[in-house]
């Protein structure tokens, strides 16, 4: 992190919007089924609004001038930029967070869990001997549990 987006990061933090404030009081101290967030953390040349490092989620609070073209735009190319680095992105609008924290509470949840590695299931005792052509569903290789595809 360089200094300028250090200094950027701490402005942030003492100037956070309400929505913002309200979003950090649920997802500070690992208070989200001991996922451990940040906020206002630079990645590149951005900075987002939270971010859980181990699950590589970034969710981002819009106010109403994200609606603005001009800065829906740079919204879209930073994204892209994000999702490049690997993050999964996710974007509230801050009418969201007062009307239903906990519905977006529930979305940032479910995220997570889809994007944590399960640990793989034991071997059930005869299981070598099942059909292989059974169609039975089976744990997905990319350990994220059976038939679930996420997206960035």
């Not at 309200?22 to 940040?38: A, I």
């Not at 951005?46 to 971010?51: E, G, K, S």
């Not at 970034?58 to 490049?84: C, P, S």
């Not at 690997?86 to 906990?102: C, K, Q, T």
């Amino acid at each position: 992190m360089t200094i300028i987006n250090r200094e950027k990061s701490r402005l942030l933090r003492q100037q956070q919007t309400p929505a913002e404030q309200c979003l950090w009081q649920q997802l500070r101290n690992r208070q989200l089924d001991g996922y451990k967030f940040h906020r206002q953390y630079a990645v590149g040349y951005y900075i987002v609004d939270f971010v859980c490092r181990a699950e590589k989620l970034i969710v981002e609070l819009d106010g109403i001038h994200h609606a603005e073209a001009d800065q829906a735009e740079y919204d879209q190319i930073r994204t892209q930029f994000l999702i490049a680095q690997g993050y999964h992105v996710l974007r509230f609008w801050n009418r969201d967070i007062e009307a239903s924290m906990p519905s977006v509470l529930d979305k940032i949840h479910s995220v997570l869990q889809t994007l944590t590695p399960q640990p793989p299931l034991p071997e059930v005792e005869g299981e070598q001997d099942a059909d292989p052509n059974s169609s039975l569903l089976s744990p997905s290789t990319s350990g994220r549990g059976v038939g679930v595809r996420v997206f960035p």
